[in-house]
């Protein structure tokens, strides 16, 4: 999980870059770690989502 993670992030923030490079010729990093960021946040969010909740453990006690 956490190779496929870092190899994710560091494709949307090699994407970004390149694109504002060839663009607009002025990379914005800060914009850029931001929305890495945020893209790192939504997967481990979705990951943790994933894992089902144990509902038979609750009612047992």
């Not at 850029?32 to 909740?53: D, H, Q, R």
């Amino acid at each position: 999980m956490f190779s496929e993670m870092i190899k994710m992030i560091f494709a949307i923030f090699l994407s970004a870059t390149v694109w504002q490079f060839i663009a607009h010729k002025d990379v914005m990093w800060i914009e850029n770690m931001g929305i890495c960021l945020a893209a790192l946040f939504f997967y481990l969010l979705f990951e943790w989502a994933k894992v089902p909740y144990n509902w038979k453990k609750r009612k047992n006690k």
